[in-house]
């Protein structure tokens, strides 16, 4: 069950730096580039929105979803002047509708996967698969607070959370 635990904990610690006043994909960090049908800035709301086969890449992680809204906080150097596109840290970010991250040999999925940097935590939701090697776990919402390396992956009501691991060194047969 550890090794589960771990495994989940893994793919999405890349969703943020040390410092949780940076949003990260990669654990490396680095330039992201995206691509998407659409993109709409709301300068008032300070919301960049794209829309339509997102894809979001950065170093050796992706995020893709149907939509992904990045939420921007004010930069401190002047409150009052607009920053730009998609300007200042990020603060949250939402993605939506077939929702997966992946990294060499690490993935995830659900419906739709909230991130908030000021709590350092992110939230998948909704018919949530995460997968690591042959390890792959099964639930209705994953958290995990990236910090403290906790991750709590909760089952639908009534339900169980569901998962298959295969030890190291597994050579299949028996002495």
């Known amino acids: 069950m550890r090794a589960q635990i771990i495994a989940a904990g893994v793919i999405f610690a890349a969703f943020a730096a040390a410092s949780p006043a940076h949003a990260q994909l990669s ?3 680095g330039p992201v580039s995206y ?3 659409n993109l709409e800035y709301v300068d008032a709301e300070r919301q960049l929105v794209l829309t339509g086969d997102v894809d979001i890449v950065q170093n050796d992680a992706r995020l893709r979803a149907d939509r992904i809204t990045l939420f921007f906080s ?3 150097a002047s409150p009052t002047d607009s920053q730009g596109l998609g300007s200042g840290d990020i603060q949250r970010m939402v993605a939506e509708g077939e929702v997966y991250y992946v990294r060499p040999a690490q993935s995830a999925r ?3 996967a909230v991130y908030e940097v ?3 935590a992110v939230t998948f939701t909704g018919n949530v698969v995460v997968a690591s090697d042959d390890n792959v ?3 209705e919402t994953l958290v995990l607070q990236i910090g403290s390396r906790r991750t709590t992956i909760r089952p639908n009501t009534g339900e169980r959370v569901r998962g298959v691991f295969v030890p190291r ?5 028996s002495r």
């Open 27 to 29: 654990e490396n960090g």
């Open 35 to 37: 691509s998407a049908d």
């Open 74 to 76: 004010r930069s401190s």
């Open 110 to 112: 659900g419906n739709r």
């Open 118 to 120: 000021a709590q350092d």
């Open 137 to 139: 776990i099964r639930g």
């Open 169 to 173: 060194g597994n050579s299949g047969g």
